[in-house]
C-alpha cells in the first residue's frame, strides 16, 4: 500500500465569501491491480489532499483483477 500526502497553494483568483467556507471532495478509482481513494479539502487558496493507492496481486490477469478489486473496493 502506497500513500502520499500533499500540500499545496492552488491559483490565486479574487476574493469572493464563499470562499471562506472549506470545500470537502472524496473520489475513488479502480483501474486493473489498483485501487485508489483521494480525500481533499480546499480552503481559502490552500488545498490539503490525502491519497492511498493499493496494489493487488500483479500475477492475476487484469480484466479478472479489475473485476474482482470492483467487487470488493467500489460497492463498500
Not at 4 to 23: C, M, N, Q, T
Not at 41 to 46: A, C, L
Not at 49 to 56: A, C, K, L, Y
Request: a positive charge.
Amino acid at each position: 500500500m502506497k500513500r502520499e500526502f500533499y500540500f499545496y497553494k492552488s491559483w490565486v483568483a479574487g476574493f469572493r465569501i464563499i470562499d471562506l467556507l472549506p470545500k470537502f471532495h472524496f473520489s475513488k478509482n479502480v483501474q486493473a491491480w489498483s485501487f485508489t481513494r483521494n480525500w481533499g479539502v480546499n480552503w481559502f487558496t490552500y488545498c490539503f489532499q490525502f491519497t492511498i493507492v493499493i496494489q493487488s496481486d500483479l500475477n492475476e490477469d487484469r480484466a479478472i483483477a479489475h473485476e474482482k478489486n470492483v467487487a470488493r473496493y467500489m460497492h463498500s
